[in-house]
């Protein structure tokens, strides 16, 4: 059986459903064939994988410790029972 | 023409048509996940006043919640004060929730409804139309393959395939963290909002398509602009290419 390729240009828009798992077989199947013999479309797909990798290393930015803290507080008071 | 403020979570949403073109048969309806395990002990433990569970659940989703406040406002302070409105509405509203989502989904449904409402408020607007150029068309420049016509169509031209970052790559440094800091900041809003959450957050795929109101098909469309962007950006750190 032969598989209609693929070209370099079409498979570098495929490669995020690609690592999703989103892709039919087939499609999945063509991408695997491609790139098991070119190389610059695998080096495409590695510097997109260390593009999410690093991504993932950046520091998370969330609230400030004090805002953090009013809310606890926000919270601890609401479910005060009330004085009797 | 005076620009439209829109819904933004029309704009959300790229047309059916856009996304059948590039990928036929996988507008899969949005399906908002089911209630985790473990949900209905912390909504009873938070209506029971347990701050440590509170505490738990403030840290662990604040981030993430930024990130989507930062969608529909105007800057980083703003979107802050909208995470935190949005915990003093689940303080006092904690006991209205149904459970017909999972708890985190409902949070992030409170989020967007106080944090759209702050946008409009700040007359933010949306620029384009929901089909808007960014999210379509090839996200690796043309000029870099063979043209129509040569024997290797649409095949890497020679001195225009990707080269290898060397070693240096292997190791984030500051600078890079500071460039990549900076190309997600020029995003265009959709596709900064969901790489965020997808990778930098770490959030599945079906809780980003749940939180955004996206299809899966959508999702990974603006995920794989917003990827192929940033690539590109460590790609003209690491071998000195010129940017397009």
Excluded at chain 2, 16 to 37: F, I, L, N, T, Y
Excluded at chain 2, 101 to 119: C, D, E, M, P, Y
């Amino acid at each position: 059986m032969t598989i209609e390729p693929l070209p370099c240009v079409d498979v570098v828009e495929l490669l995020t459903d690609y690592l999703e798992g989103a892709l039919d077989p087939a499609t999945s199947a063509r991408i695997d064939a491609h790139l098991a013999q070119c190389p610059p479309c695998v080096t495409y797909l590695e510097q997109l994988r260390t593009t999410v990798n690093d991504l993932g290393s950046l520091p998370a930015q969330t609230l400030s410790d004090s805002a953090i803290a009013e809310l606890e507080a926000a919270f601890g008071d609401f479910h005060r029972p009330p004085a009797s | 023409m005076p620009v439209a403020v829109l819904e933004r979570t029309a704009a959300c949403d790229i047309t059916a048509a856009d996304r059948d073109s590039r990928h036929p048969g996988v507008g899969v309806k949005v399906q908002p996940p089911p209630a985790a395990p473990g949900d209905t002990d912390l909504v009873a433990r938070l209506r029971a006043g347990d701050a440590a569970a509170f505490a738990h659940i403030v840290r662990a989703w604040s981030p993430a919640m930024i990130h989507v406040a930062r969608y529909f406002v105007g800057s980083h302070a703003s979107a802050e004060e909208a995470v935190q409105e949005t915990w003093l509405a689940v303080i006092r509203g904690i006991d209205g929730f149904e459970g017909r989502s999972s708890l985190r989904t409902w949070v992030f449904h409170v989020l967007s409804n106080i944090a759209r409402r702050q946008g409009v408020k700040e007359s933010r607007t949306v620029l384009s139309s929901p089909v808007d150029g960014e999210d379509a068309g090839p996200t690796v420049d043309p000029a870099r393959f063979r043209p129509a016509g040569d024997q290797w169509a649409g095949g890497w031209r020679a001195e225009a395939a990707p080269r290898s970052w060397g070693p240096e790559a292997a190791a984030l440094n500051s600078e890079v963290r500071a460039l990549l800091t900076a190309a997600l900041a020029q995003l265009p809003d959709r596709q900064r909002v969901v790489i965020e959450l997808r990778d930098v957050g770490g959030l599945p795929a079906g809780e980003v398509c749940a939180i955004l109101d996206l299809s899966p098909a959508n999702q990974r469309v603006l995920l794989h602009r917003a990827r192929a962007k940033l690539r590109e950006r460590l790609e003209g750190y690491f071998t000195g290419r010129e940017q397009g």
